[in-house]
């Protein structure tokens, strides 16, 4: 009701009580038929603009959750980029104590130690492949800091990687000598030789075989977290894939189903800025993949992806929260991919040594 | 007879007036095609389904399996399935079933009162997402579950088509058998009803008989696809189960009450013969028993033996060259278009085997090639006319 035609409807009311109670009671017609009939199918009360003074009402429709009419057309468009937990300087100093990782010396080491044999592995393999002993490498120059990840999971949380986990396996154990025998495809390859180099998978430590088609790895962890749920052991799923990954229909179908079934997965996407040669600007145009994460419905966090305790908080209040929860969450690590996409690829060919 | 002139042009009439008067008589005779000629056609009078206790109780297959003498219930194909269902469910406490719809009780009632008895953590619906199902059903398979998952209809298996098989079909291979997705069953109604068009008519059968990993199965009744589905539910490899849609209702027999499993990739002689093999599976088995029946009318002392493949993937090669090295000639019939299809598959395996053997080229009734029609679906299906043409050629080479 427009409080302006007032005094043209009801002439001789202006005085201020009696219009405060005609204001009171039509804003109590005013509700009540606004809750009785929608208001675009009424053409009573849409004659009348609501003014600022009436509550603003709820879409009705099942699809719609807590949606409110608005008079106003715009186009929604995102202002706010999601902001990127971070818990460190670039000298590794804990810039806020609250953030403290609360981690054992032991387990600190572990850690930078694992960073260290990965970043020495993939240099030698990488040579090795140069060399022709093993037909293909992948590198994870840059993107060390994701075994964070690894330590702040329970041992028996199944993990479905894409490739760039390789960090993720050391963490939890497996050999130089494993890695070898993979690469290799010798007689005493788990995978018994069938695969290409670095599509690797131990049953033992709970990380399922690496395939080579992309972002297939998403609804499966979906559906094995389902699993787990309903074993009741308080064990989650862990995905990891990139940015690139993240366009395929597969991500798409694995979160919303995720969310819609209330499955403990956290779905972890290792931003590093490029997909092979496609930078991510040319890969999506909105902000990362933590928003879509929103729209799926999924609580969501964006890391800093070269900050290891960052990574390491992140992840463990994820799987809190999955676990306890039954719930997805989604996480995007912001990093930036130093190494080639693999040894068939050398990237000066579209960005520069500068970069 | 003699008539008056002003009677003359009524004796043209009166004739006339009796002729069509036979016509309409006869009017389905006339009108049809020649064979089908007074013929009960399709499955609502076939003898191949085991309508009464009698019946089952003198089938051999159901006999040494222990289930011929047991409590039957009258059943159609979805209630068949249904109960095989309930069985699965009941035996193994990790089974659940999902899909689009299936929590009211499916589109086609395949899952009704499932979510009432097992609840809704494990009969559950999902979003509108076939690659999802599909890769939501491997996760769970890949744990040791057992995922009984639903695509609404089998044309609309193609989204999961990457999910199936780049990964379900080579889960266990790739891993070095470390892990597997053995529990893992997908269900889809397929095949011609009537008035399907392209999209809820196709029979994409071929396309997953490619695929080294999968096990690919189509049933021909409710006694079949009871046994089918449970051995498809507990065998150790990842399975697609192809329901004939038409059958769901149309297909009524006296199905044993218990948990029953068929064999897979055993093929079934249905009616033994002599003169030639003819082979199919899933809806098509009834246009071929009408076929059949044709032919041994109008041409007396050739029998004709028809066998029901059941496992297309990895199908029973044995029978059908046992057969036809008796017989010495083969017709392979399915609903799916004709160029690479399933019969393409079984006429080179079995012109391999049985060169020498063969009197005449193999031959293959199936659909036109061509996006499945509307109105045209008459043209397009190898019903029992187009195999009665292709058993003569075949007798008659």
């Not at chain 2, 012109?351 to 193999?362: A, G, I």
């Amino acid at each position: 009701m427009n409080l302006a035609a007032l005094p043209r409807i009801l002439p001789g009311l202006r005085g201020s009580r009696a219009l405060r109670w005609t204001h009171t009671r039509l804003g109590q017609l005013q509700r009540t038929f606004d809750k009785a009939l929608p208001q675009a199918h009424c053409p009573l009360t849409a004659a009348f603009s609501t003014s600022s003074c009436v509550p603003r009402k709820k879409v009705m429709f099942p699809g719609a959750l807590d949606s409110e009419y608005t008079h106003e057309l715009r186009f929604a468009s995102n202002v706010e980029s999601i902001p990127t937990y971070q818990v460190m300087d670039t000298d590794g100093k804990v810039l806020d104590a609250a953030n403290d990782p609360q981690v054992t010396e032991e387990e600190a080491r572990k850690i930078y130690k694992n960073m260290h044999v990965l970043n020495v592995m993939d240099q030698i393999m990488y040579e090795a492949q140069r060399q022709g002993r093993i037909s293909f490498y992948m590198t994870n120059f840059g993107e060390e800091a994701l075994i964070g990840s690894a330590a702040a999971l329970d041992p028996k949380d199944q993990v479905f990687g894409q490739y760039r986990e390789a960090g993720v396996l050391l963490q939890r154990g497996f050999t130089i000598q494993q890695f070898m025998d993979q690469c290799y495809s010798n007689e005493k390859d788990l995978g018994k030789g069938r695969q290409m180099p670095i599509h690797y998978g131990t049953k033992e430590l709970h990380f399922q075989t690496i395939s080579s088609p992309l972002a297939t790895q998403i609804p499966q962890a979906a559906g094995a977290a389902y699993a787990m749920r309903r074993e009741g052991k308080k064990l989650c799923a862990m995905c990891y894939f990139g940015e690139g990954a993240a366009s395929e229909g597969d991500f798409h179908a694995g979160l919303n189903m995720a969310a819609t079934i209330g499955c403990p997965v956290i779905f972890f996407c290792r931003n590093n800025g490029y997909s092979i040669s496609t930078p991510s600007i040319e890969q999506y145009r909105g902000d990362g993949i933590a928003s879509r994460g929103i729209g799926y419905g999924i609580d969501t966090i964006r890391v800093d992806g070269n900050d290891i305790w960052a990574i390491y908080a992140a992840t463990k209040a994820a799987r809190k929260i999955a676990v306890e929860q039954n719930k997805p969450i989604l996480i995007e690590a912001m990093t930036y991919r130093i190494s080639h996409h693999s040894t068939s690829d050398d990237s000066s060919a579209y960005r520069s040594k500068k970069e | 007879m003699v008539t008056p002139l002003a009677c003359q042009h009524r004796a043209p009439a009166r004739q006339i007036a009796r002729l069509a008067k036979r016509l309409y008589s006869s009017a389905a005779e006339i009108n049809s095609f020649e064979p089908v000629r007074g013929m009960d056609l399709g499955v609502a009078h076939s003898k191949l389904l085991l309508r009464s206790v009698a019946s089952v109780q003198a089938s051999s297959e159901l006999q040494s399996l222990g289930v011929a003498d047991s409590d039957t219930k009258k059943m159609n194909m979805c209630q068949a399935i249904n109960d095989a269902m309930r069985h699965a469910l009941s035996a193994d406490n990790t089974s659940v079933v999902f899909g689009e719809d299936v929590a009211f009780g499916g589109v086609f009632r395949c899952s009704v009162g499932l979510a009432d008895e097992f609840g809704r953590e494990r009969i559950f619906n999902t979003p509108l997402t076939e690659q999802g199902i599909a890769g939501f059903a491997i996760g769970m398979a890949a744990m040791g579950h057992t995922a009984i998952a639903e695509i609404q209809f089998a044309d609309y298996i193609f989204p999961a088509f990457d999910q199936i098989v780049n990964e379900a079909a080579k889960y266990r291979y790739r891993s070095g058998n470390q892990f597997n997705v053995g529990g893992l069953t997908i269900r889809t109604p397929c095949s011609a009803v009537g008035h399907g068009a392209l999209y809820h008519s196709q029979s994409p059968e071929a396309f997953f008989a490619h695929v080294p990993g999968l096990k690919v199965i189509m049933p021909r009744s409710p006694i079949q696809a009871k046994g089918l589905l449970l051995a498809a539910i507990r065998d150790p490899n990842p399975t697609i189960f192809f329901e004939p849609k038409i059958l769901y209702r149309s297909a009524v027999e006296q199905v044993p009450v218990d948990d029953y499993m068929l064999p897979l990739s055993k093929a079934e002689i249905l009616k033994p013969g002599k003169d030639v093999t003819v082979v199919g599976y899933g809806s098509q088995i009834y246009a071929l028993e009408n076929a059949i029946q044709m032919i041994e009318r109008d041409m007396p002392g050739v029998t004709c033996e028809l066998i029901d493949l059941r496992t297309i993937l990895p199908y029973d090669a044995e029978t059908v060259i046992n057969s036809v090295n008796k017989t010495g000639r083969l017709v392979v019939a399915h609903e799916a278009p004709r160029t690479q299809g399933f019969a393409a598959e079984l006429a080179a395996e079995i012109q391999e085997r049985c060169f020498l053997r063969l009197e005449s080229p193999v031959q293959r009734v199936c659909g036109l090639f061509v996006p499945h029609p509307l109105v045209f679906e008459r043209f397009y299906m190898p019903c029992a006319v187009r195999t009665y043409e292709a058993i003569k050629n075949s007798l008659s080479y």
